[in-house]
Every structure is written in C-alpha cells, then in structure tokens.
C-alpha cells in the first residue's frame, strides 16, 4: 500500500509544482465557466490534505521519532509554529478578534507551504522521481510565463485577460506604475506585477544557471536568448523590490560560482554597479522615466497617494501595532487574510511584520528560525544543483518580503517550499524509511 501511494503522491506533487505559476490564470479562467470562485481556488489546498492524511499514518507507522536526524529541529520549529499559529488563532476567534473565514484563510496561507514542504521532504525521501526530474518542473512553466509575459508586452492589448474573466470581482486583468496608464505592468499568468517579480527570482537564477553550465554554442545561445528575455519580463513588471532581489540573488549566485581568485573580481564589480546605480539614480532623479518606473514620485501621476506613501505609513502602523500587542493579535487578523474581518484590514506590506502582528514576536523567532535551519541545510549542501538555486533565490525573495507580502502568495511559497523539501528529502531524516522505490 506504501508503495502505492509514494509512486501516486510524486505525481500529485509533480502536478502541483507544474501548474501553480498557471494557478490564478486556470482558476480564474474556469470560474468564468462555472462559478464557485473560492472553491476552485482551493483545488491544491485538497490535494495537499489528500496526500498529508496518509502520510502521517505511514510516518507513524515505519519512523522511529527517537532516530531523528541532526536536522532534527527544523522538524521541532515546524510542529511548535503550527502549534502556536492555531492555539493564537483559536484564542482570537473565541475572543471575536478575527471572523472565521479570515482565521480559516489566514491559517491556510500561513501553513500550507510549510505543511506541503514536509509532504515533499517525505516523498522524495522515498522515491527518485521528483529529485530526477526536478529541473523540468521548475524551468519549462517557468519559461511559459516569461513567453506570455513577452506576448502581453509586445503583442497583446493591455486589458487581453478580460477574455479570460479578469475583472474587478477576480483579478484586474492589468496593472500600472502609479495609475499611469503609459506604464503598463506586466504580470503574465501571475495574480500580479509585484508576483510575477518575485517568481523569477527563482526562474532567472536557474536559467542563468544552466547558461553558465552550458558547454555547446548551440545551448548557449538558447539559454541566453531565455535569459535575456527572462530580464524583459522582469523589468516590465516595474517591481522595485524585484529588481532588488534580483540583484542580490545574482550577485550570490555568481559568487558561489567562481572560483577564489575571480571572487574578488566579482566583489568589486557588484560594487561599481550598485555605486554606478546609485549615482545615475541621483543625477537624473528628475528624469520623467526614472521618476515613472523607479522612483514613483512622478508629477504625472494620476495616484492620489503615491505607493512610497503606501509603503511608509503601513510599515509604520504594523510597527506600532507590535510595539501595543508584542504576543500576536491572531492568525487573520493581519495581512490578505484580514480583509475578510468585520474591522479595518491591516496591510503592513512586510510579511514579517504581518506575522509578528498575527502570532507576536515569538511566532516571528519560530518562523525565522525555520528559514534560517532551511537556508543553513541548502547553503551546506550548495553542491546541488537545485539546492545552489534556492539558497540564492532565498536571499532575494527575503529582501522582498521587507517590502510586500510575497510568501504569503500561492504560487510562490507553494513552489518555493516544495522544491526545498525535495532538495533537502536526503538531509532531513535518517534512513529509517522504506521503502524506496524509483
């Protein structure tokens, strides 16, 4: 029966790490049709339940928990921060802080990454499919939104999504810099500009990666048009803090890449570019293009409050909001899931302020302690090729998350986490698992 359901389940995990850069296209897409937009959207949620049952009865039944391996405590953080993440959210419900649906929609984008990561440590841990395989699960959907992407840019109208069922009650088929309707913001088949930004700062990565492994002319040449227009898409989504970690995750890739003699080099030259931008930000800071794309502080906007303003007076309310309850309001009560409460939503555009306000200062320790353990067992296992990408990509999408509320985003958590726990299936447990099969 085992057997049965690793060889079943590495599909299912495939499947879901396939199409989730397609998820909001596909479900808002098929809402058109026949409705039930919530449902629908919560197509993976029921997968990840389906898979998650069966395997803790397995667990129970062939690992011996005194045999935990070094790496042991990512498995404690994991089980305490879901601990704490419901008995908060419980608390907040019975004391009417949160309504039921924010508790249930919060819970579900705070812990299904984390949940699903376990499901693939466990998985891959067993068979050898997902670890085989996993750079065609990352690169060709990967390549798709970046070819739609182009397609959006230079060929299709800016409101062609609404044939799709984009529209106010879905998601708004296009977005722009600032309500200025001359920058259009691209966000292919992503819920949006911002998201599209943060998922290729796990595409570009690998795709430069595989450029600089490539030995024939011909694959250089694929590779770096793939590159190329990967930095299109990316510059068309006009995300700032992106673009930021984009720099960052490079910068660490192409360091870990060269050898010792070349590092200094490459410290210097990373150097001069960021020095190089800064200045050419300064001296045409009053350019109307840097102003519209880079700044946002055009005088041509059409916003009434500019997003700098946004950003500011958010990350300054969810301070205080820290400082006044340091324990956590309640899981929903803070970030996307707080718009389905009965009181004004708190949107601090900082993931980890979000989670600070939702389960306190601890909750925040735990789920840091969680990446810092993630990030430490990829960088010491850097010799993978899967595991060099995602501690780089960790890097830039941290930063980003500074700025916005990007894990708390299906699409990239659910990838991001999934392939992680396929990088580490190896590193996380012993070898008390059977069986394996291929």
Same mark, same amino acid.
């Given at each position: ?12 995990? =495939? ?5 989730? +850069? ?10 058109? $049709? ?60 019975? &004391?009417?802080?949160?309504?039921? @649906? ?11 990454? %984390? ?41 299709? +109208? =800016? ?5 799709? *069922? ?36 796990? %595409?570009? +990565? ?9 030995? @024939? ?7 770096? !048009?793939? $590159? ?10 006009? /995300? ?8 960052? &995750?490079?910068? %660490? ?23 190089? /931008?800064?200045? =050419?930000?300064?001296? $045409?800071?009053?350019?109307? &293009? ?10 041509? /906007? ?23 309850? +340091? !324990?956590?309001?309640?899981? *929903? ?28 200062? %601890? ?23 899967? /595991? ?10 941290? $930063? ?10 299906? &699409? ?6 999934g392939f992680a726990g396929i990088a580490l299936s190896s590193k996380v447990f012993d070898d008390s ?6």
């Amino acid at each position: 029966m085992n057997k049965i359901f690793l060889r079943s389940s590495q599909y299912i995990i =495939a499947f879901i790490l396939v199409i989730m +850069p397609f998820h909001a296209f596909l479900t808002v897409w098929m809402n058109s $049709f026949i409705g039930h937009y919530t449902i629908i959207r919560l197509w993976k949620e029921i997968l990840i339940l389906t898979l998650l049952l069966p395997c803790l009865f397995f667990l129970s039944l062939k690992y011996n928990l005194k045999k935990l391996s070094k790496t042991s405590i990512l498995i404690y953080l994991s089980i305490v921060y879901v601990l704490l993440s419901l008995v908060i959210g419980l608390i907040a419900y019975i &004391t009417h802080n949160v309504s039921l @649906k924010a508790l249930g929609y919060g819970l579900d984008i705070n812990l299904r990454y %984390i949940i699903f990561f376990w499901l693939c440590v466990y998985i891959s841990k067993n068979t050898s499919w997902l670890k085989a395989n996993w750079l065609s699960f990352l690169i060709i959907p990967g390549l798709i939104v970046i070819i739609f992407g182009l397609l959006q840019h230079y060929l299709l +109208p =800016a409101d062609f999504l609404i044939h799709f *069922g984009y529209g106010s009650s879905t998601i708004v088929p296009f977005q722009t810099v600032d309500s200025n309707i001359n920058y259009i913001r691209l966000q292919s088949t992503l819920r949006g500009a911002n998201l599209l930004g943060v998922y290729l700062i796990i %595409i570009i +990565p690998a795709i430069f990666y595989k450029l600089y492994k490539s030995k @024939k002319i011909a694959n250089r040449i694929l590779w770096g !048009l793939s $590159f190329l227009s990967s930095l299109i898409v990316m510059y068309y989504s006009y /995300s700032r803090s992106s673009y930021i970690g984009l720099f960052i &995750t490079l910068s %660490i890739l192409v360091w870990l890449l060269g050898s010792h003699k070349y590092r200094k080099i490459i410290l210097i030259g990373s150097s001069l570019i960021l020095l190089l /931008s800064v200045g =050419a930000f300064i001296i $045409f800071r009053n350019n109307q &293009t840097i102003q519209d794309t880079f700044l946002h502080t055009s005088s041509n /906007s059409k916003s009434v409050v500019s997003s700098n303003h946004n950003h500011a007076s958010s990350t300054s309310t969810g301070l205080r909001d820290v400082v006044h309850q +340091p !324990l956590g309001r309640g899981v *929903g009560t803070a970030g996307p899931a707080s718009l389905y409460n009965n009181h004004p939503a708190r949107i601090a555009e900082n993931y980890y302020l979000q989670i600070t306000q939702e389960v306190g200062i %601890i909750g925040l320790m735990l789920f840091v302690g969680i990446l810092a353990v993630i990030a430490v067992s990829l960088y010491i296992n850097r010799q993978d090729s899967l /595991s060099l990408i995602l501690i780089v990509s960790l890097a830039g999408i941290s $930063f980003v998350n500074l700025l916005s509320h990007a894990w708390a985003d299906d &699409t990239l958590s659910i990838v991001w986490f999934g392939f992680a726990g396929i990088a580490l299936s190896s590193k996380v447990f012993d070898d008390s698992f059977r069986p394996k099969i291929k």
